[in-house]
């Protein structure tokens, strides 16, 4: 059974940048998409970024110039770092693997496996 | 980018009631639409993915419905494990976006 956790600072400062990393077991990440989603009372839940098994990118436009996602497959782990920290960031911020199924000739994505999530505020 | 929008944001529900919560999209999505339940403390789980595709492990009790605008999910007899809040979710734009919730509570 796949397992995701996240593991990061609970705490930023406004304007620094913070640094979450997922460890994934029960699986390898040599295969589809992972992302980063968040959730506040504010915004709801937010898809921040994906990243593919080939390291192919993808950003939610309103976050893209803070936001940066990568890959580490010698690890089996995914990580995010968001810059610029404010206190309209304050989350939790999850990490999900993306499925991909074909259903009557088309392929379908959905969040399939999600880690339990980890609160991030900022302030300071 | 694509709004969802679900209605009602929360009602109240007794154990065997039929739930029906209902999410509209801003703009034709097709069928790229999955359904999340997602209980306190806890990461949102699958529950429907292409509008009425059943997660495997997911009762026949929960029912997905709809294309292009509309859809529905469809809890036939409330469970007690049921009451959680639920969350529609597009695909069809790879900015992938979620509706607001619906919290079912316990009448």
């Known amino acids: 059974q796949m397992q995701m956790q996240e593991s990061g600072p609970g705490l930023v400062k406004p304007s620094e940048t913070l640094s979450l990393t997922c460890s994934v077991s029960g699986g390898s990440i040599s295969s589809h998409y992972w992302s980063w989603i968040r959730q506040s009372p504010g915004r709801g839940l937010e898809w921040i970024a994906s990243?593919?098994?080939?390291?192919?990118?993808n950003y939610n436009p309103s976050l893209k110039s803070r936001v940066t996602i990568l890959l580490d497959t010698s690890k089996n782990q995914f990580s995010l770092k968001l810059r610029s920290m404010t206190a309209a960031d304050t989350a939790v911020y999850c990490c999900a693997r993306v499925q991909e199924s074909a259903v009557e000739g088309n392929n379908f994505y959905y969040f399939d496996h999600w880690g339990q999530g980890t609160l991030v505020t900022v302030s300071s | 980018d694509i709004q969802m929008t679900q209605s009602p944001s929360s009602l109240s529900a007794s154990v065997g009631d039929r739930v029906t919560i209902t999410c509209r999209a801003s703009?034709?999505?097709?069928?790229?639409l999955n359904w999340y339940q997602q209980k306190p403390g806890k990461a949102p789980n699958l529950l429907i993915y292409a509008a009425s595709s059943l997660q495997s492990g997911v009762p026949s009790r929960i029912n997905g419905s709809g294309s292009g605008t509309d859809f529905t999910l469809t809890i036939s007899s409330l469970q007690a494990e049921d009451f959680a809040t639920y969350y529609c979710q597009q695909s069809y734009s790879t900015l992938f976006t979620f509706g607001g919730g619906t919290k079912v509570e316990i009448k």
């Open positions: 703009q034709s999505i097709g069928n790229f």
């Open positions: 990243v593919s098994y080939s390291g192919t990118t």
